[in-house]
């Protein structure tokens, strides 16, 4: 759980996007943060109190003029790691650049030393004002940071223009990296390959595997989270581009390792989650293979090596997988680790219960040059991923 022990504002105001707040304020409690939510008058209007108590299972701020919570508006502008404003209305945009305090929520922000995260969502106009965008100079300059608006349909209608709030996943990611950034991941350039590669026996039929891209996927939100760059080479997969990480889509093993080769050269870290194909059909049609009687034997050749034939750039930190349905399995990945001169290799049993292919959790084996292997639990695959990153780390400083 990222947030596991952090302590989070989230200040609501009253934007339509108000209902999104929701969300975030359910996803920022999954992900282990405590929650305390601050309401302006115009945002309880929008969504009562008692939804973001129920979703977060601990009190909300609505007033400076509460009973017994006298000053709570200055403990929680001491007390949380972060403090998030989703949305930020024009006019809350205003009052906080002016300094006012005359409500509950700009009398913490301006009380707050420590890190603002704002989510601007108003209409495109409001956005693209004079007023509005001198006040979130004002804001940013004073140390603030942004996420979003984004571009796209608006509550009153079709727009082209920035004004819609990101999206609650977008200001996840973003809180994260403002908590989890770390020093031996900033600025340094991390390629990830994630999901299945497809190759065609003809215009309509692949040979593939059953990867979701789960894994790859959580490494990059992972990594982007510890304030690397990073770029996700991804083969065909229904999942959504973690935000912030940049996407290069590839479909065959040869695509993936052209791509690979390309990005690795500035590099400091390779992770190869991906599950290629390992063989394709060795003469794909060009038109449809009609069907006939009895059975139809084709002749399959082996893809490229990916990680066996890369060229990286000296002190580029790799981390290999490697999927085995049982047997000596920490033998096997102990010779990969050799023959394809890794740093490490993350080892996972297709066949056990909740690890492996198209499931949330993984339970690996991460196996390094000189230490003892590092058997994890059953975990989800963010936590997986976190500890494969740990290990990076190490090796990283
Ligand atoms: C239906 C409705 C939707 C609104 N949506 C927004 C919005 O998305 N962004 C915004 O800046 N103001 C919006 N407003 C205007 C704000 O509610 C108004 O400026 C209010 O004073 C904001 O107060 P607050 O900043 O203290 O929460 C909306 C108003 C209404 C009635």
Request: net charge neutral; charged share 25%.
């Given at each position: 759980?990222?947030f596991?022990?952090?302590?989070?504002?989230?200040?609501?105001?009253?934007?339509?996007?108000?209902?999104?707040?929701?969300t975030l304020a359910?996803?920022?409690?999954?992900?282990g943060?405590?929650v305390?939510?601050?309401?302006t008058a115009?945002?309880?209007?929008f969504v009562?109190?008692?939804?973001f108590?129920a979703?977060?299972?601990?009190?909300?701020?609505t007033?400076?003029?509460?009973?017994?919570?006298?000053l709570?508006?200055?403990g929680l502008?001491?007390?949380?790691?972060?403090?998030?404003?989703a949305?930020a209305?024009?006019?809350?945009?205003?009052?906080a650049?002016?300094?006012?305090?005359d409500?509950?929520?700009t009398?913490l922000l301006?009380?707050?030393t420590?890190?603002?995260l704002a989510a601007?969502?108003?209409?495109?106009?409001m956005?693209?004002?004079?007023?509005?965008?001198a006040?979130?100079?004002?804001?940013?300059a004073?140390?603030?940071?942004l996420?979003?608006?984004?571009?796209?349909?608006?509550?009153?209608?079709?727009?082209?223009?920035?004004?819609?709030?990101?999206?609650?996943?977008?200001?996840?990611a973003?809180a994260e990296r403002?908590l989890?950034?770390r020093?031996?991941?900033?600025?340094?350039n991390v390629?990830?390959t994630?999901?299945?590669t497809r190759?065609?026996l003809?215009?309509v039929?692949v040979?593939t595997n059953?990867?979701?891209g789960?894994?790859?996927?959580?490494?990059?939100?992972?990594?982007y989270?510890?304030?690397?760059?990073?770029?996700?080479?991804s083969?065909?997969?229904d999942l959504?581009?973690?935000?912030?990480?940049t996407?290069h889509?590839?479909?065959?093993?040869?695509?993936?390792?052209r791509?690979?080769?390309a990005l690795?050269?500035?590099a400091?870290?390779?992770?190869?989650?991906?599950?290629?194909a390992?063989?394709?059909?060795?003469?794909?049609?060009?038109t449809?293979r009609?069907?006939a009687k009895?059975?139809?034997?084709?002749?399959?050749?082996?893809?490229?090596d990916?990680l066996?034939s890369?060229?990286?750039?000296a002190?580029c930190?790799?981390?290999g997988?490697?999927?085995?349905?049982g047997?000596?399995?920490?033998?096997r990945?102990?010779k990969?680790?050799?023959?394809?001169?890794l740093d490490f290799?993350v080892?996972?049993?297709a066949?056990?219960?909740?690890?492996?292919f198209e499931?949330?959790?993984?339970?690996?084996?991460i196996?390094?040059?000189?230490?003892?292997?590092i058997?994890?639990p059953?975990?989800?695959?963010?936590d997986?991923?976190?500890?494969?990153?740990?290990a990076?780390?190490?090796?990283l400083t």
């Open positions: 759980m990222p596991a022990g952090r302590h989070v504002v989230l200040g609501v105001s009253g934007g339509i996007a108000c209902y999104k707040s929701c359910r996803r920022l409690t999954e992900a943060a405590a305390d939510v601050v309401l115009a945002a309880a209007e009562r109190p008692v939804t108590e979703l977060t299972g601990r009190p909300v701020l007033s400076l003029w509460e009973r017994d919570r006298a709570a508006h200055i502008a001491r007390e949380p790691d972060l403090v998030i404003v949305p209305t024009a006019n809350v945009l205003a009052r650049a002016m300094g006012l305090a409500d509950v929520l009398a301006l009380a707050r420590g890190p603002v601007p969502a108003m209409n495109d106009a956005y693209a004002h004079p007023a509005t965008r006040n979130l100079k004002g804001l940013v004073r140390g603030w940071h996420v979003g608006p984004d571009t796209g349909p608006l509550a009153e209608g079709p727009s082209d223009r920035p004004g819609r709030m990101s999206e609650p996943e977008a200001i996840l973003a403002l989890l950034q020093a031996p991941w900033q600025g340094k390629v990830v994630a999901g299945p190759e065609h003809d215009p039929r040979v059953p990867s979701s789960r894994m790859g996927y959580a490494l990059a939100e992972a990594a989270a510890r304030g690397a760059d990073v770029v996700l080479v083969g065909p997969s959504p581009l973690p935000f912030g990480v996407a889509r590839v479909e065959t093993t040869a695509e993936m390792q791509a690979a080769q690795v050269k500035r400091a870290v390779l992770i190869m989650a991906a599950a290629p390992d063989y394709r059909p060795a003469q794909p049609g060009a449809k009609p069907r009895g059975a139809l034997t084709v002749e399959l050749e082996a893809t490229p990916i066996g890369l060229t990286r750039p002190g930190v790799v981390v997988f490697a999927l085995e349905t047997g000596d399995g920490v033998a990945a102990r990969k680790l050799q023959d394809k001169v290799v080892l996972n049993d066949l056990e219960p909740g690890a492996g499931v949330s959790t993984n339970r690996v084996t196996i390094g040059k000189d230490d003892e292997p058997e994890l059953l975990l989800p695959k963010r997986v991923a976190e500890r494969i990153l740990d990076v780390e190490r090796a």
